[in-house]
């Protein structure tokens, strides 16, 4: 490679990996993402491998690129053709409304037997029913934040679906600071 090869291939490489970085992807589907980008450059960029040539197309068939491209496409197409199974509720947009409705039912609950504890004669061990319920609203509350940042690649927030899903969002934030 000339010496605008090297440095291209090295602006690739430091501008994908910071695109890795700053999105809101989930930390597995950074370092997965990552892994693959350096391991692919490192190929690249080894001068004595570099880009496979050859005269003929069907080189390129024989190589690690053809079958990590198949498998690939493969499994995009499965990934996508399994949102369109009926009846199936797979996205995490379609779990958040009932997460959410979850999470209010459990906070009115919380609010209904504290006020009710509270407003009593006597202490009890009513308290620690409360206090599990609070437990059990902080994993329902980590469960519905991963349905909301997985709703981002979803939605990308665009259209109705992002503004509901950021809604939710705001929502949930609100409900969760109660």
């Known amino acids: 490679l000339a010496w605008h090869g090297k440095a291209i291939c090295w602006l ?58 198949l498998t690939t496409l493969v499994g995009v197409l499965v990934a996508v053709l399994t949102t369109f199974i009926p009846g199936a509720r797979i996205s995490n947009v379609g779990h958040l409304a009932d997460d959410l409705n979850a999470a ?12 009710s504890y ?24 980590a469960e519905v934040q991963e349905h909301i940042d997985g709703a981002w690649w979803e939605t990308l927030d665009w259209g109705q679906t992002g503004r509901k899903r950021r809604l939710m969002g705001l929502f949930h934030a609100s409900a969760i600071d109660l």
């Open 12 to 69: 690739n490489f430091a501008g994908v990996l910071l695109l890795f970085l700053i999105s809101k992807s989930q930390r597995n589907t950074i370092m997965f993402g990552m892994s693959w980008h350096i391991a692919f450059m490192m190929d690249f960029m080894d001068p004595a491998g570099g880009v496979p040539t050859g005269s003929h197309v069907r080189d390129w068939y024989v190589t690690d690129y053809w079958s990590v491209f």
């Open 104 to 115: 209010t039912l459990a906070i009115t609950a919380i609010w209904k037997d504290a006020v």
């Open 118 to 141: 509270l407003t009593g004669d006597t202490r009890s061990a009513r308290r620690y029913h409360i206090e599990m319920q609070i437990d059990a609203l902080d994993f329902k509350r």
